[in-house]
C-alpha cells in the first residue's frame, strides 16, 4: 500500500509539490477537493498561475467521483437529490407518520407539525448519513427508541428509516451518501482495477465526515496509491484529518506555524466596515497603520470574509471610499426579481385581489406594462377579480398580462405533480417576455441589467430541473405522484428558487476579493481580512439537538471493536457532540486565517446595534497567547469626522480641519431664478407658501406630492360637496328658497358624479353615511343663516376671479360662494368656503384674504370672510362687526379683519417676489416644519445643527488623499 500523509499552513507551500505530481502522473492523478469552488484555485496552484495547452488536470468533487466509477462499473447511479427535494420529501414522510399516529390516537410533541421541524429533521438526518449511521445502530444503543413512539429519538428513528427506505426503493441518493455509495462501489472489480491505474490526491479536507472517512482508509484497495495533502490548524484537535489519517506510513511532520496580525476595533457595525474601507484606502496611500504588517501596491492582494447580513454596509463603504472589488458568492434565484415574483402573485391572489397587494404586484419591473396607470388603480382602490379587469379596461397589455396571472393562479390552485407545478411557472414567465419588457428600462434603471442575466439563467436552471425530474421519473416515481396545489406549490417553487444557483460574477484584475462566509479552502491571499470577530461569532451559539442529544450520541459513539487499539484499519463511528462542534469551530478559525499569507486583519465592533458590549472572541484571545498582535486601530464614534490633522477623502468624508463653507443652503434654499418663472399662481397655494416656500416649492412647482394610499378619497369628497352646494343653491335661488336640508338629499346623486365610487362602492358605505349626516348639519346651519339674512342682493356661486398681477405674477382664484350686500354706491361683500373638515382649523388660513382683496380692487368692500366646516358643521371666520356675525352664526374670533387684510396684501408681495426671483427657502420655525412633513430630509431640517461642506470629486482607487 502506498499513502503519504503531508501538511501545510499557506497552501502556496505546495504549489511545487503539488505541480510536480501533476507532471508526473499526468492523467493518472485524480485530485479530490472539498467543493467545485476550490477547482479554479488548484488549477492555478498546479500551473503556477499559468494555463494548460494540453487536457487539464482532473479536479474532482466526492460526486464526480461517484458519477466517474459508476461509469467504469458499467453501472446506473443512483438520481442525487437537490435540496428541494430532500426536503419535499421529509414533507411527505412527515405528514404520513403524523397522519398515522392521529389515527392510532397518539399525541405527538409540541413542535413536530410546525413548519420548521422538517429543516430540524434534515439536518439530523444529514449527519447521521453523513457519518454513516445505519438505523439498527440507533435501535440498539439508544432505548428511547423503542415503546414510546413519539419520543424524540423514535421519532428520528422513524422518519430516518422511512427516508432510506424511500431513497433505496426508488433508487434516489442524498447527497450525504454520496461517500457512503461510493465505498460500496470500490468493491466492484472493474473499479478496483481503474483505481489501481490512478493516483489519488485528497487534498485541503480539515476533517473527513465519517462516511468520507471509512471510504479513504479502508475502502480503496490497498494497492492504490494515495497521497493526503492536509491542512495544519496548529491546534491538537481530535478529529482534525492529520490525526484522522495518521496513523498512516509515511506522516511527515506538521509545518510551522507564524501569525502576523493587527486589530482593527470600531464603535459600531457601520464604524466597523467604514473603517475597513477607509484604512484600505489609506494603506494603498501607505498612511495607514497597517503597514506594521506589510506594504502593497494592488487590492488584489486583499481578501475579506464578511457575513451576508453585513455585506450591504461593506458594499457600500467600498464604494464610497472607490476601492474595487469582485464578490465570490453564487447568488440564488430566490434573491433575484424573478424569485420573489411567486410570492407576490400568491399574496395578490390569496388577498381576493387586494388594492396594495396588486398594485405591489403589477409594479415589479418583471409585470409591469407601459399602458399601466397606477394613479388610476389607486383611485379607484378595486378590489377583486372583476373590479380590477373593470379598471383595467382601458390599459390593454396589462389587462393581458393580469389575466395571465389570474390562469396562471388557476392552475396552481388546481395543482399537480412538481413537474407538473416547475412546467406551469416556467411557462408562466415566458409568457411574461421578461427580457424584451426589462430591456427597456435597463437604461434608467442599470441595476436592471443583471436581472436580464439571472432571469436567462434562472430559465435554463428551471429547465434543467423539469428534464432531470422527468426523466428520472422510475426512479422518482412517488415523488411525480404527490399532488400539489395552492400555497403548497407555490412554496415547492420558492424553495426551488433557494437551492438554484446563479453563476459567478465575473471577476476584475487588481481588486479585493470579497467572500460571503467561508471561502474555498483553497483560497490565499497575501493579506486576509476577517470580520465581526467577535464572541457573537467565535465560537458563536451552539446548541443540542431536539431530537439527537448528545447524550445519546454518547452511546452511539461508543460502539468499538474489541482491539480497536491493534487494529487502525477498524471503522471506528463517531458522531461529532457539542464539545467537538466549538472544536472544529475554533479549527476552522484557525484555517481561516491561515488565508492570508503575509498578513491578518481582525476587525469587530464593540457594542451591537442595540449599544450592548459585544464580547471579545475566544478564539482569537487563545492566538494572543502565543502571538501578540502588532497593532491596534481604535475607531470610535468621534472618529466618524477626520480630526484636522487627519488625512481625509474627499467624495468620502468630510474633515473637521476644513474651512468650513458658508453655502447659504441652511436653511435649504432653491434658486431657480426667473427662466423659471411660472406663468400663473393660484391662491389656494398662498397658504402653502406661507408656511414654508421650500414646501411650496416641493408639492405645487416640483408635483411632489405625496401618493394617496387609502380607499377614500378627501379631493373627490371635497368637490362633491362643493358641486352639491352649487346645485342647491342655484336651486335655492331659483325656487322660492327652499330648504337646504331638502336641496342636499335633491341633489346628493348628482353631485355624487364627481365622486362615483362614494354611491357605487360598498367599501365606503361608512364614509358615504358619515357625509351624509355632516352635509345635514351644514344644511341646518345654512337654513339659520337664511332666516337671520337681510339686506343680501346677490349670491355668486363657484366663479372665477379676475386675475391679480404682481409685478409680472399673476394670481388667479375660484371662490365658492360669495354673498353681495349692495346699497346706493356700495357693494358689500362676505366670501365662504366649504370644508371637509373642522371649520376652525383654517382661521389661521390667508386664502379667503386674497379673494376678499382681489374683489375690493374690483369696487367692492370686504365684510368678512369664512369657512363652513363639515366635520363640526359650524362656521367660523373674521368679519366686520358683531352684527353681521351674528347674522352667520360663525364663532368668535380675535383679529381684526383690515389688519388681516394689510398683512394678506405683504404675503401676496412676498411670494411674487420669491416666485418672480425663483427663490424658495425652507422656514425651519414654521409649525408646519415637523418630523411628520414628507419634505422633512430633503429640506434638510435634520441638519440644522451640523454644517455642509462643498463635496468633491476624484476617480482615482482609494479616493483624493487629502492631508
Known sequence: MSVSVESYYHISEKQKRL???????????????????????????????????????????????????????????????DPTDHLFILKHLLNLFVKETKNAGLDLPPGVERHGFVKILGENIRDLLLEGVLPETLTEKISETEGNKTSPEAILYRLYSDYLSYLEKNNLLDSAQIATETSKLLNNTKVRSYSKEHKFVFIGFLTFTGGQLNLVKHSFDKEVEKIFILPNSGLEYRHDSIKQISDYKGYKEKTAIEINYMELNASNAFLQFNAI??????????????????????????????????????????????????????ENVGETLLGELPKLIWSAYSSNWDTHETLLLLSSPLIHTEDFNFKNCLKYHPQGQKKWELNLKNQEKMLKVFKRIIGFCSEIRTGGSPVTVLSTWRDFILDLDITNKIGPLVSTQVELDSEIKNFAYSIRELERKIKTVESSDKNIKELLNVFLSGSDAINYILDWNENAKLPMPLQQNGSVTVYVGSPPVLAEHRYWIMTDVDYDTWPGKFKESPLLSDENKEKINNITVSDVEKESDAFVLYLPNLHDKREQRESLFRRLIATGVDGIIFTRSLNDSNARPVGKAQFLESIKTNYPAKGEILYPLLSLTPDKNETWFSGAEVSEGEKKIDRDRMPRKVEWGEDFLEKTVSLSSLDEWIKCPYRYWCKSVLGLEKTRTDLFDPLSAGSFVHKLWELSWLEYQK???????????????????????????????????????????????????????????????????????????????????????????????????????????????????????????KGYRPIGYAWVGHKSGTLCGYFIDNEIKEVYEAKNTNKELDDLLKETKEHIHDMAESIKKGIYEADYNSLACSRYCEFYTICRKKEAVSYDLEEGEDDNFGGGCNE
Open 277 to 330: 474601507a477607509r484604512e484600505l484606502a489609506l494603506w494603498l496611500h501607505d498612511k495607514s497603520d497597517l503597514s506594521k504588517i506589510g506594504g502593497f501596491t494592488s487590492f488584489g492582494d486583499i481578501g475579506i470574509q464578511v457575513q451576508e447580513k453585513r455585506l450591504k454596509i461593506l458594499k457600500s463603504a467600498l464604494s464610497r471610499y472607490k476601492i474595487p472589488y469582485n464578490l465570490q458568492v453564487r
Open 19 to 81: 505541480a510536480e505530481i501533476y507532471e508526473k502522473n499526468k492523467e493518472k492523478a485524480i485530485f479530490i477537493v472539498p467543493s467545485g469552488m476550490d477547482r479554479e484555485y488548484l488549477l492555478d496552484l498546479i500551473s503556477d498561475n499559468g494555463s494548460f495547452l494540453e487536457e487539464r488536470p482532473k479536479i474532482w468533487v466526492w460526486s464526480d467521483l461517484y458519477n466517474e466509477l459508476n461509469i467504469v462499473a458499467e453501472v446506473s447511479p443512483r438520481h442525487v437529490l
Open 735 to 857: 325656487n322660492n328658497k327652499q330648504s337646504f336640508v331638502i336641496l342636499s338629499k335633491k341633489y346628493w346623486d348628482k353631485a355624487a358624479e364627481e365622486y362615483p365610487n362614494l354611491i357605487k362602492d360598498g367599501r365606503l358605505k361608512r364614509q358615504a353615511d358619515r357625509l351624509k349626516k355632516q352635509v345635514e348639519s351644514v344644511a341646518l346651519l345654512l337654513d339659520k343663516i337664511e332666516k337671520n339674512m337681510s339686506g343680501r342682493t346677490n349670491v355668486e356661486i363657484e366663479s372665477w376671479l379676475p386675475e391679480l398681477d404682481v409685478g409680472g405674477v399673476k394670481f388667479r382664484g375660484r371662490l365658492d360662494r360669495a354673498d353681495i350686500f349692495e346699497s346706493e354706491d356700495v357693494k358689500r361683500m362676505v366670501i365662504l368656503d366649504y370644508k371637509l373638515g373642522d371649520a376652525n382649523k383654517h382661521k389661521d388660513d390667508w386664502q379667503l384674504a386674497a379673494y376678499s382683496i382681489i374683489k375690493q380692487g
